[in-house]
């Protein structure tokens, strides 16, 4: 029962914090107003939940890697993919090796191979909480892409690079050699697994769903234990569970082009799976702040350990390892700028060179979060001997001030360097969309025109077939004639698109009003209500996408 209670009370934290943060009138990025209501619980129970580090592991990591895998955009991921390795994979080892020697340096009671899975597990970006930062300040899109593919990667190459130097913590041993060939394996078995488990897991459900019929419950149930699969099957060979996750969140989508789930599963799927990634993360941001008193403590004793006597070194060594990682994520993407206008030109294209403010901000926009949190709190509680892991409360603590400090230094200052700036112009994809449009429209006429034939074939009533296909073809034919306008007529067909819009909304919400007024007067049942207001929620769903 305690832990059931627990359980629930970190998922009230986290509704109440999204009501704070919602009402404070500052941009607060979420993941603060989170941790700081953690410390709050902490400080008034005056206890803090213990958790399993691998537990921890296979909870939260899976799903929320494999969501990230699914729902990136592949257009921007390859259109990018230069720039996306260089900071996932690159910038990786670069961070691990410069903040690993750093602090080693800094913190001679921190042993190397701490340090460096400290520096590991601080490398990997969350655009989670970019995203929160910039909700109200204007991000590139294509920024936004990279920063989100370079999040998806470098959670799996921090993570991996955070395994070998815990494995040279507990043996004492490391070998290049050894861990290049530990490295292929991990990352090609991983991938391999991964892709492998989405595939036969949805061929099995396709076929299953022809012969029986698709059940929408099952099928979500499936896609939540598609990332937990792969993961244990990667883990259970030695493989890269983290690439398993990421590779089957990617396999997911290509799986989902197929069109063969019912409209109604991925309706309630995708409310499932963003309530899943708001209270993971949330949780998570909870749990961290919920911690810190404890953290703190550890910490400030290990700190003693070096010589030090004033808690005060605590955040001078938070500050100075958020000074490297900024100043070495801002030496990575210049240099990675340089080459890139290099390369251009060698080639004779123009590329327009961005604003120093905008190349500041991708270093500044370099924000730790739940993946951080997640890995560092898997450190072993003890070495092989039996030993505590050595200075494993400071590592979590200096993990934790990362992560905050990252997060309020970037809700300073990325509002401050996206202001007024004259930002690249962004591709229009417009054009695509209205052939898209097109060529879907002319699809359903042809298929409305021949299942108008075979179902007045022989019929008495053939007129009434074809005169019920053409009125809904002639909205067709309104589709393809309004996005096939240009210039100043085809603004003016905009125009009265929205205007259309805004009445077809209030039209709606009308018809929803009145089926719940009917309602609570008795004069319809509560399963016709629902019926009848679902249709209504998602025609407002459609038009509000569309504005």
């Not at 070998?164 to 043996?171: E, H, I, M, N, R």
């Not at 060939?181 to 078995?189: H, M």
């Not at 069109?259 to 749990?287: C, K, P």
């Not at 085809?490 to 309602?519: C, P, S, T």
Request: charged share 20%.
């Amino acid at each position: 029962m305690e832990s059931i209670g627990i359980a629930l009370i970190l998922l009230l934290a986290v509704v109440v914090s999204g009501t704070l943060a919602r009402l404070s009138p500052v941009a607060i990025p979420l993941p603060l107003v989170q941790i700081a209501l953690g410390a709050a619980i902490a400080g008034v129970t005056g206890s803090s939940v213990q958790l399993e580090p691998h537990i921890f592991f296979l909870l939260f990591l899976p799903p929320l890697l494999f969501l990230d895998g699914w729902r990136i955009p592949k257009d921007g991921l390859f259109r990018d993919k230069g720039t996306i390795l260089e900071l996932s994979l690159g910038l990786v080892v670069f961070t691990v090796i410069g903040v690993g020697f750093f602090i080693n340096w800094m913190i001679p009671s921190m042993p190397l191979p701490v340090a460096f899975a400290l520096a590991a597990i601080v490398s990997p970006t969350d655009p989670i909480a970019v995203s929160a930062i910039t909700a109200r300040v204007p991000m590139p899109h294509r920024l936004m892409h990279i920063l989100e593919g370079e999040s998806l990667l470098n959670d799996a190459s921090g993570l991996v690079c955070m395994r070998f130097a815990v494995a040279a913590a507990l043996t004492g041993v490391f070998s290049p050699v050894a861990a290049l060939g530990t490295f292929l394996w991990l990352a090609i078995g991983g991938i391999a697994i991964g892709a492998g488990v989405t595939w036969v897991v949805m061929k099995a459900k396709d076929h299953l769903s022809r012969k029986l019929g698709e059940e929408p419950g099952s099928q979500i149930l499936i896609s939540l234990l598609i990332p937990f699969g792969a993961y244990l099957l990667a883990e259970e060979l030695h493989c890269s569970g983290i690439l398993a996750a990421v590779a089957a969140g990617i396999k997911m989508s290509y799986a989902e082009q197929t069109g063969q789930t019912l409209a109604v599963t991925r309706v309630r799927r995708t409310a499932v799976w963003d309530t899943v990634q708001f209270s993971l993360n949330g949780v998570i941001f909870v749990l961290l702040g919920e911690q810190l008193p404890s953290i703190v403590a550890g910490a400030a004793q290990v700190v003693m350990d070096t010589g030090h006597h004033e808690p005060i070194w605590l955040a001078v060594y938070v500050v100075a390892i958020n000074v490297a990682l900024a100043l070495l994520r801002l030496l990575w993407v210049w240099i990675s700028l340089r080459f890139t206008l290099y390369h251009a030109a060698r080639q004779g294209r123009t590329v327009t060179r961005p604003d120093w403010r905008l190349v500041v901000a991708v270093s500044v926009a370099g924000v730790r979060g739940a993946i951080t949190l997640a890995g560092i709190l898997t450190l072993p509680l003890v070495l092989d001997d039996g030993t505590p892991f050595p200075a494993r409360d400071l590592a979590i603590f200096l993990a934790a001030g990362v992560i905050i400090a990252s997060l309020v230094a970037a809700s300073i200052g990325l509002p401050f360097l996206l202001r007024n700036l004259e930002l690249p112009p962004e591709p229009d994809h417009q054009r695509e969309e209205d052939a898209a449009r097109i060529a879907a429209a002319e699809a359903a006429m042809r298929m409305i025109e021949r299942l108008q034939h075979e179902l007045g074939e022989g019929r008495g009533n053939v007129d009434l077939y074809a005169d019920v296909g053409s009125r809904l073809m002639e909205l067709y034919r309104k589709r393809i004639d309004t996005r096939s306008k240009t210039g100043d007529e085809a603004e003016q067909l905009k125009h009265l698109e929205e205007i259309e819009r805004r009445l077809r909304l209030a039209g709606v919400r009308a018809e929803r009003d009145e089926i719940y007024r009917l309602g609570r007067a008795r004069k319809l049942s509560d399963d016709l209500v629902r019926k009848l207001v679902r249709e209504a929620d998602l025609m407002e769903a459609r038009y509000m996408t569309a504005g």
